[in-house]
């Protein structure tokens, strides 16, 4: 009996999801990757705002060290906000998925290793 394979316009009137391929062009210089090492997430008005940020590696182990020594810590810190991303919650649901499946591939590799 022959496979039947349903077309994506289908699949998309009845609304399940379609895997579609997608090419993005870089723009300006977007597809220079940049370090961050912070991140927070807010949201308003039903967009997500992600900001990544940057804390200058030495200004983190000067913190360490003086939690360690029980000294007074800081109340502000400075640093640089590398990019802020807006986004509505649909693309959010998506990413968090995306996110999962690469947590779960890094997990099953270390499991391997050991």
């Known amino acids: ?9 289908k ?3 009845e609304g399940k999801a379609v895997a579609l391929s997608l090419r993005l062009a870089p723009v300006n210089n977007s597809d220079q990757p940049v370090s961050a090492n912070h991140t927070t997430v807010s949201v ?10 940057f804390i200058e ?15 007074t ?5 400075e640093g640089k906000l590398v ?16 996110l999962q499946q690469v947590l779960a591939g890094l997990r099953g590799a270390k499991t391997a290793k050991q």
């Open 73 to 77: 810590m800081p109340e502000k810190l």
């Open 57 to 71: 590696p030495a200004l983190l182990a000067g913190l360490a060290r003086t939690a360690r020594e029980g000294k």
């Open 83 to 98: 990019v802020r991303v807006g986004m509505g919650l649909d693309v959010l649901q998506r990413l968090e998925q995306q």
């Open 1 to 9: 009996m022959p496979e039947q394979i349903e077309k994506p316009e």
């Open 44 to 53: 308003a008005q039903g967009i997500a705002y992600l900001d990544f940020g």
């Open 11 to 13: 699949k998309a009137r």
